[in-house]
T-cell receptor, first 111, second 114 residues
Framework: EAGVAQSPRYKIIEKRQSVAFWCNPI?????LYWYQQILGQGPKLLIQ????????DSQLPKDRFSAERLKGVDSTLKIQPAKLEDSAVYLC?????????FGSGTQLSVL | GDSVTQMEGPVTLSEEAFLTINCTYT??????LFWYVQYPGEGLQLLLK?????DKGSNKGFEATYRKETTSFHLEKGSVQVSDSAVYFC?????????????FGSGTRLQVQP
């Protein structure tokens, strides 16, 4: 079966610019997650969706980050404006029950 | 809140050596525990899991036992191979709180030399 698809694979922007990441989860997976993985650290949850509703966005910096999941399938994560400390790999994952499947991530560099 | 603490790396071993990567956790209730692995250039993959106290998860020669009394879930392998070189993440999931999302440790890099 197809895995979790993410794009772009890499993105380089300057601070204060905007950027968007896209995720297509595994077909039929109701739960979708966005994680931020800073170099040398473990992934940190940003937001969790159940279908198209938000379950947990307590760690999402809402002044600059936003996410949506249209029609309960694809999802986009946006940063506006970006800061230097947003440089990280942004991981999307989906799950049907307890097992999470991760995409390869988008590596963001903010200069 | 929930948290996971792993031993710092990198861990450097010779092929066929015994591996232990320590992991302890803090959580309310009874979390499920996981080890994920990230091979170079690849995404995170589930390695093994345990859902209740005294359960042993195992896969590809790796094992970890859910120890409630010591709040630990140490990863072990009897004989490592060069192909085991990767970053290993311990994680927990607090299903009892309704959140299936994983809380990860900081990761431990394993380097196996031939």
């Amino acid at each position: 079966e197809a895995g979790v698809a993410q794009s772009p694979r890499y993105k380089i922007i300057e601070k204060r610019q905007s950027v968007a990441f896209w995720c297509n989860p595994i077909s039929g997976h109701a739960t979708l997650y966005w994680y931020q993985q800073i170099l040398g650290q473990g992934p940190k949850l940003l937001i969790q969706f159940q279908n198209n509703g938000v379950v947990d966005d307590s760690q999402l910096p809402k002044d600059r980050f936003s996410a949506e999941r249209l029609k309960g399938v694809d999802s986009t994560l946006k940063i506006q404006p970006a800061k230097l400390e947003d440089s990280a790999v942004y991981l999307c994952a989906s799950s049907l029950e307890e097992k999470l499947f991760f995409g390869s991530g988008t590596q963001l560099s903010v200069l | 809140g929930d948290s996971v603490t792993q031993m710092e790396g990198p861990v450097t071993l010779s092929e066929e050596a015994f591996l232990t990567i320590n992991c302890t956790y803090t959580a309310t209730g009874y979390p499920s525990l996981f080890w994920y692995v990230q091979y170079p250039g690849e995404g995170l993959q589930l390695l093994l899991k345990a859902t209740k106290a005294d359960d042993k998860g195992s896969n590809k020669g790796f094992e970890a036992t859910y120890r409630k009394e010591t709040t630990s879930f140490h990863l072990e392998k009897g004989s490592v191979q060069v192909s085991d070189s990767a970053v290993y993440f311990c994680a927990l999931s607090a299903l009892n709180t309704g959140r299936r999302a994983l809380t990860f440790g900081s990761g431990t890099r394993l380097q196996v030399q031939p």
